[in-house]
Every structure is written in C-alpha cells, then in structure tokens.
C-alpha cells in the first residue's frame, strides 16, 4: 500500500497549516497529497485534509494477455 501524508494518524489540518506531530512542522498541501517513505506513518482512513472523506482503495488492474496479443501479431503478417 502507498501512504500519504494525508492518511497518517499523526497529520492535523486546520487554520494552522498542515501540521505534523512526528516532525513538527507545517507541510504544503501538494506535499501532504503526494506518495511517501515516511518511516512514522501510521494509517488512519479518515482523510485529514477533509476529514469526511475515507480511504477507498482502488481495485488492482487486469493483467494482460501478452500471449493473446503474440498470436494476433503473428496472424496479420
């Protein structure tokens, strides 16, 4: 799973900024919105940023038949 800073447990949003308890300080929306390797992440599913929002995973992408495809390239030569 990917985390973000806006699914951490320790990220507070509000009039303040967006304020991390781990590291205190202000992080920029576009930071807190984007992928990390954040070695205090802790996943919470309610999204910091709107607070009503939950986490939602998206379902994992088709593998494609690459055989399928080898054999349809082959027929039209």
């Known amino acids: ?9 320790y990220m507070c949003c509000g009039n303040g900024g967006n304020w991390c308890e781990v590291k205190q300080r202000v ?3 576009s930071k807190i919105k984007r992928t990390n390797n954040c070695k205090d992440f802790e996943f919470c ?10 986490y939602k995973p998206r ?7 690459y055989e399928q495809i080898k054999i349809e390239s082959e027929d039209t030569k």
């Open 1 to 9: 799973m990917k985390q973000y800073c806006r699914y951490c447990v």
């Open 27 to 29: 992080f920029p929306e």
């Open 45 to 54: 599913e309610i999204d910091a940023i709107y607070g009503v929002d939950t």
């Open 59 to 65: 379902p994992p992408r088709a593998k494609k038949n």
